[in-house]
Structure formats: structure tokens, C-alpha cells
């Protein structure tokens, strides 16, 4: 199922900080994606059962709901599982990334980062079979 608003691919961005879900958001606003921003893992799901986007951008390190739980319920849900999750995170440990891989994330991009890292991610995710 595809969710394309005026030929836009849309990402949903989720992260309690709304100074990055600002700049996220302008970041792929700017290369044309449609975005919608959330600031928690309930808000998300919340959101999932109205529309459901074609990427998610996850911060892993959010209070109350972590990333990696919203993950394994995104992953473990038939309706949401194919869609394609990047985990954004200030944790940049080797064991931190596998952790996150392990759970299903679909690529890893640790903070700070370029909107050309985050925009290869999402390039990449949306042009191959994951959808």
C-alpha cells in the first residue's frame, strides 16, 4: 500500500526533540518527500492506524516508548512491517548499530549527520523492494 500525496513519497519522522524533527523536516521537505512528525513511539502508532507512510525515520533514545521497542512492533505487526525504518541515534557503538540491524531496522544513521547521509538512506530504501 502505497501512500503518495501529490506524487510525494511520505516519511514519517519520529523523535521526542522537536529542534531535530525541525531540521529533519526541512531537510526532506527540500528534496521533495512529504513529512509528517510525531514525538513519540504512541503518537506514531497512533498515527500508523490513519495513514501509513512509505519510510519512517526513528530515533532510538526517546522516554516512556524507546525506538527499539516502536521498532520490534513495527517489525512485528503484518501491516506495518514492510515499511522501511532508518534508526537515527546519537549511540555509535558497534554494538549499539547490530542491536538495531538485529531488530529489524532497515538502515543506521548515527548523530550528527549530513542531509546527504539521511537522503542516500531514504534514496536508497524507497528505490528498492522493500514497499
Given at each position: 500500500?502505497?501512500?503518495v500525496k501529490n506524487g510525494k513519497k511520505t516519511i514519517l519522522v519520529v523523535d521526542d526533540s522537536t529542534d531535530f524533527v525541525d531540521v529533519v523536516k526541512k531537510m526532506l521537505e527540500v528534496d521533495g518527500y512529504a513529512v509528517e512528525?510525531?514525538?513519540?513511539?504512541?503518537?506514531?502508532?497512533?498515527?500508523?492506524?490513519?495513514?501509513?507512510?512509505?519510510l519512517i525515520v526513528l530515533d532510538i533514545m526517546?522516554?516512556?516508548m524507546d525506538g527499539l521497542e516502536v521498532l520490534a512492533r513495527l517489525?512485528?505487526?503484518?501491516?506495518?512491517?514492510?515499511?522501511?525504518?532508518?534508526?537515527?541515534?546519537?549511540?555509535d557503538q558497534h554494538r549499539d548499530i547490530l542491536a538495531g540491524y538485529q531488530m529489524g531496522g532497515d538502515y543506521y544513521i548515527t548523530k550528527p549527520f549530513s542531509s546527504g547521509q539521511l537522503i542516500s538512506g531514504i534514496d536508497l530504501l524507497l528505490s528498492s523492494d522493500h514497499s
Open positions: 500500500m502505497e501512500n512528525c510525531v514525538y513519540s513511539g504512541a503518537e506514531a502508532f497512533k498515527r500508523l492506524e490513519v495513514k501509513r507512510p512509505d526517546m522516554p516512556e517489525k512485528g505487526a503484518n501491516d506495518t512491517s514492510s515499511i522501511p525504518v532508518i534508526l537515527v541515534t546519537a549511540k
